[in-house]
């Protein structure tokens, strides 16, 4: 089963722009995030069944949801009891700075405890 993961234009010159419309079959799985060229992949018809399986900026673990759980799986990554994707990586980065740190697991406790409304702008 592929899996496309594709990153931010911002954050890798080498982020994929297009996309055949054979590249997938059913039950393939595309990462990416809002705005990018899979996502609009993702949204037309030549995409048959792929889907965007996960895009959500804080959502560490890829449940499709920001929740305590990615706060505990980043701090699982900083003590180096698990390893992220880098896929995974750039959805932990909530603070956009190229790195997870102690301060992205902060952030995302500060969103569930409604101190901030929202992550920075990617
Ligand atoms: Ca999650
Ligand atoms: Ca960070």
Do not use: W
Not at 76 to 96: I, M, N, P, S, W
Not at 112 to 117: D, K, P, S, V
């Amino acid at each position: 089963m592929a899996q496309l993961v594709v990153y931010g234009t911002r954050q890798f010159a080498a982020a994929v722009t297009t996309i055949g419309t054979n590249a997938f079959a059913p039950g393939d799985s595309i990462v990416c995030f809002e705005g990018s060229a899979a996502a609009a992949y993702c949204e037309s018809s030549s995409a048959g069944n792929a889907r965007v399986l996960a895009n959500i900026t804080g959502d560490a673990n890829l449940d499709a949801r920001v929740t305590i759980a990615d706060v505990t799986a980043i701090q699982r990554c900083l003590a180096e009891l698990e390893v992220f994707a880098d896929y995974q990586t750039l959805l932990a980065d909530v603070t956009h700075d190229g790195a997870v740190r102690v301060d992205d697991a902060s952030m995302i406790q500060a969103l569930l405890a409604e101190f901030i409304t929202a992550f920075p702008a990617r």
